[in-house]
């Protein structure tokens, strides 16, 4: 029926169909709403989606009560995909088109406008109590010195802890905020930033249920993003795990993707990234071993603090209508850093004064205060299993993320492994689902201003073992490009020409077809066009 209906509108492209949010869902109040953002968790990073070696049995439980999107996208990268999850807008149209870097041009401010409104703030408007922990990275502005009408408190949320930089240290993170106010780690001398999320997170919970009116809290965690920093407890626990290396392990994960039903067999492995050595040519093994190890013992202690929230929202009585949303932010990420690389997030000293050694030193072991490090592309393509490239690009290892969904008075999954779904779905789509299952209006204006039309639309239907409507998704991030239609994708790096891929066959895109269907391509790129158009993209501001 799907590739019938695709057919008919690849020759006539019938116009998206936009659900309309205020509908409501089959319970009697409104649900609490808890949405979770991991940072640069590639797509097979969890036990749920593939991982066979990094822990997370807290969100393997969430996944087998509740369901798995195996076709759900982000924006590409970490601010943009923030700026829709919270708007239901494509990020262009909030501002923040790519990071927080001001392009002088209304798609790329690096900042909120006003021409778009949070869900905080629409919840906040209909009674609900509104909490965020963990990191903003949606405004240019990070000083108290500057302004801070993009803070979280000005755009919704009643109470806030975290980060308002994109990344940064684990045990000293820059820009480290209690609602307006910066206030560093000198609250705890013990500090680890991914624990001091879930922590703050809890709190919010006990303060929630003091209150009879539904919660709306937003936990938005840096984990796994670099630098790799771990607690030795979780890193020691990890030493030797990836002794296989790297092509062994992409293999595994593989199979095991296909023996849970995430992917389909036919779809092949993608290749290799080939910068990469065969793990038996690599040098430094020991090293490498490391990063991996680092990187895993971060996604094991962000499991750990989703396990207390969890935990905590259940304590409370609030479980059964809570309706909680984990994803990643985009796909994992592949950069290198330099020896002597800079920038507001790098500290130059630990917290006890020691210099901190940046840059990806093979005679330097990652993990600790005194270092800055990442795990780069060999690992980065591990965790995006099976699919090629990384954050940034349009491809599938770049925008294809986990979506893990629970809300017990509404979902009722297989209780052996949890449902797993095949629709197709975006961030745009978060903000609309909450409007939803609140019975929130979204209104043509907010705050005095007039606000773009919500782009998403709800899951709702998915929870409910529906089929969403049929519509073109489209991305654009540092000028790499893309769109997806039903089973075609076609997508294309900086300045490159479009690629074609049908998803159906050939998800891990190794087989492009555009040669063969410059119908489809045209017919595609016409729509790319005329949404890029529409946004205010602008490529060539931001691409090399």
């Known amino acids: ?72 996208y982000s924006a590409g990268g970490g601010c943009p995909t923030r700026a829709s999850l919270l708007t239901g807008l494509y990020a262009h149209q909030t501002g923040v088109g790519q990071t927080l870097v001001d392009y002088k041009a209304p798609g790329y401010r690096g900042n909120l406008n006003d021409r778009c409104a949070t869900i905080a703030e629409r919840l906040a408007s209909a009674g609900y109590q509104t909490f965020m922990a963990g990191k903003w990275g949606l405004t240019l502005h ?50 680890y930033y991914t624990e001091a999320i879930g922590q703050e997170a809890v709190s919010m919970l006990d303060k929630a249920v003091q209150n009879p009116a539904p919660f709306f809290l937003y936990v938005s965690f840096t984990a796994p993003h670099w630098p790799l920093h771990a607690r030795p407890v979780l890193l020691d626990a990890y030493r030797g795990r990836f002794a296989m290396g790297w092509d062994e392990l992409r293999a595994k994960r593989h199979q095991r993707m296909i023996d849970m039903g995430i992917i389909h067999r036919y779809w092949k492995l993608s290749a290799r990234d080939p910068r990469v050595l065969a793990w038996f040519d690599v040098p430094f093994k020991d090293w490498h071993q490391r990063r991996m190890e680092a990187y895993a013992a971060q996604v094991e202690s962000m499991d750990q603090a989703v396990g207390k929230i969890l935990e905590k929202v259940k304590q409370l009585g609030r479980d059964q209508n809570t309706l909680v949303m984990f994803l990643s932010d985009n796909g994992a990420g592949g950069e290198e850093i330099l020896p002597g690389a800079s920038g507001p997030e790098i ?38 299993t099976p699919f090629r490239s990384y954050k940034g690009s349009c491809y599938e290892g770049g925008i294809a993320v986990p979506l893990v969904i629970r809300w017990p008075a509404v979902i009722r999954p297989s209780l052996a492994t949890g449902d797993i779904t095949r629709e197709i779905a975006h961030a745009i789509d978060v903000a609309a689902t909450c409007y939803d299952v609140a019975g929130v209006p979204y209104p043509q204006r907010h705050d005095g201003h007039a606000i773009e039309p919500l782009e998403g639309t709800s899951l709702l239907p998915a929870f409910l073992g529906k089929e969403m409507p049929l519509r073109p998704l489209f991305f654009e991030y540092e000028g790499n490009r893309a769109a997806r239609y039903g089973k075609w994708k076609i997508v294309a790096l900086n300045r490159a020409s479009w690629e074609l891929y049908d998803m159906n066959a050939d998800r891990t895109e190794t087989t492009d077809v555009a040669g063969q269907n410059a119908a489809v391509v045209g017919r595609m790129s016409s729509l790319y066009d005329e949404w890029a158009t529409r946004v205010g993209v602008q490529p060539w501001l931001t691409g090399e």
């Open 1 to 72: 029926m799907r590739i019938a209906i695709l057919c008919l509108a690849i020759l006539g492209f019938a116009s998206s169909s936009r659900a309309q949010p205020g509908t409501g869902a089959a319970t009697t109040q409104r649900p609490n709403i808890l949405i979770v953002v991991a940072d640069d968790l590639g797509f097979s990073d969890l036990n749920c989606y593939g991982a066979e070696v990094i822990e997370t049995p807290n969100l393997t439980a969430l996944a087998k009560s509740g369901v798995r999107f195996t076709q759900f």
């Open 142 to 191: 990070v000083d108290e010195r500057s302004p801070q009408h993009n803070w979280p408190l000005q755009r919704g949320f009643d109470h806030y802890f975290g980060t308002l930089l994109g990344a940064g240290d684990y045990f000293n993170p820059a820009t480290l905020s209690r609602g307006n106010e910066l206030v560093g780690r000198k609250e705890n001398a013990d500090f």
């Open 347 to 384: 500290p130059r000293k630990t917290s006890r004064g020691v210099a901190v050694q940046v840059g990806n030193d093979p005679q330097t072991m990652p993990g600790d205060e005194g270092t800055y490090q990442s795990y780069g592309v060999p690992w980065a393509n591990v965790s995006n």
